[in-house]
């Protein structure tokens, strides 16, 4: 899952994006899964989309992407 909730806005794990939408709570990327947010450097880089895209199927598709390193998102934890 991405959200759009980051540290900025005072979220840094997944436990406080449950505890501020409890709706949420128990979804398979909040109780299994994993959860993004984007970087900063995401909002002006859309002359990297082939980049932005990579990243986005690196975290769909891991396997594919052995030893990729996320630019644009970093996961809660």
Do not use: C, W
Request: aromatic share 10%; glycine share 6%.
């Amino acid at each position: 899952m991405i959200t759009y909730r980051t540290p900025k806005q005072g979220i840094t794990t997944k436990a406080q994006l449950a505890k501020i939408n409890p709706e949420m709570a128990a979804i398979r990327p909040m109780t299994r899964g994993r959860v993004f947010y984007p970087l900063p450097l995401y909002k002006q880089s859309g002359h990297r989309l082939d980049e932005i895209i990579e990243d986005v199927a690196a975290i769909l598709h891991p396997e594919l992407y052995p030893g990729h390193h996320l630019k644009f998102f970093r996961e809660l934890r």
